[in-house]
């Protein structure tokens, strides 16, 4: 009798270690990820099971950023009855549902709230280990405005480098350089790493200068920037010599002209002044002819 009421007690020891083992707290997570559209607002879900009142219930969310995920922060708390927001997220972050679920909501998503997302769970005076949960969050966004720039020698036979970067996008942005003029054409292009890529083109010519074109794209949108490329071509020596000759000889004819002016001009006031001298003579001679008379009149 006593063997048998020993057994007894410990199967009821084992159901009850059982029970309680069974209504531990458990935390489940609903999505393993969640994508949201960049402005939008996202639900992140965070579920939790226990058999203690909640009077002392403690939730933690934090953020391990993709862009530094070895710099988590913390994102917003739930502690005896008290909301504690991360300053950078006042207004944009909350509970849902406390303290029946530790759900939150993430508003005017912004790319830089990308990451791994962890919901972390304590209900004393349960001895159980925190319960973990975690999830990824991924902001979808349009690419921004890409910025085009250009480098290397640009006169005839030069080699030139078009290159092209984006800040952000997700997706990836995928790049694209064309030549818009006098046709389009496309341009192969050496991707540097996943937001920039660049053209070289060697051995430029006047055919090289025109409208360039990149064109930055995912399913969210597309921007482009914009490179106007002039190839200047250096003279040759003969054209030079040509130019040259060409200049003498303008200038000789000027010369010469100039001199024919001035021995014209000369010859001209030479004219005049013989002119004059005939004149004068004249002149006298009438004097002398008519004096004699005039004298002999008034004798008379």
């Given amino acids: 009798m006593g063997s048998s009421s020993g057994r007894w007690m410990l199967w009821t020891l084992c159901v009850c270690l059982s029970a309680l083992e069974n209504t531990a707290l458990r935390v489940t997570m609903r999505e393993s990820s969640v994508e ?48 504690i927001e991360d300053p950078s997220l006042i207004g944009r972050v909350g509970f849902t549902g406390i303290p029946w679920s530790a759900d939150i909501v993430l508003n ?124 200047y071509s250096t003279p040759d020596s003969s054209s030079g010599i040509l130019q040259g000759v060409l200049l003498t000889l303008s200038m000789s004819l000027v010369l010469l002209a100039l001199l024919v002016l001035i021995l014209w001009l000369h010859r001209t006031g030479q004219d005049g002044r013989w002119r004059g001298g005939k004149d004068d003579e004249d002149e006298c001679y009438n004097e002398i002819r008519y004096t004699p008379s005039l004298m002999k009149r008034s004798f008379v």
């Fill in 36 to 83: 949201v559209v960049r402005g939008d607002f996202a639900i992140l879900p965070c579920s939790f099971f226990t058999s203690s009142p909640l009077s002392r219930l403690n939730v933690i969310w934090t953020l391990a950023p993709f862009t530094n995920p070895e710099s988590p922060i913390q994102v917003i708390v739930y502690d005896h009855g008290q909301v």
């Fill in 108 to 231: 005017d998503t912004q790319v830089s709230d990308a990451g791994i997302y962890r919901c972390m769970v304590n209900n004393p005076p349960e001895t159980a280990d925190p319960g973990i949960g975690e999830l990824a969050l991924t902001v979808l966004a349009p690419p921004s405005l890409p910025v085009c720039q250009w480098d290397g020698d640009v006169d005839m036979g030069g080699s030139v480098t078009l290159s092209c970067t984006v800040k952000e996008g997700t997706p990836t942005p995928e790049i694209h350089w064309e030549k818009l003029n006098p046709e389009e054409i496309s341009l192969p292009i050496n991707m540097e790493g996943d937001l920039s890529g660049s053209v070289q083109i060697v051995n430029v010519s006047s055919q090289t200068s025109g409208l360039y074109r990149c064109s930055a794209n995912n399913f969210l949108g597309t921007e482009n920037c914009y490179v106007n490329l002039s190839i």
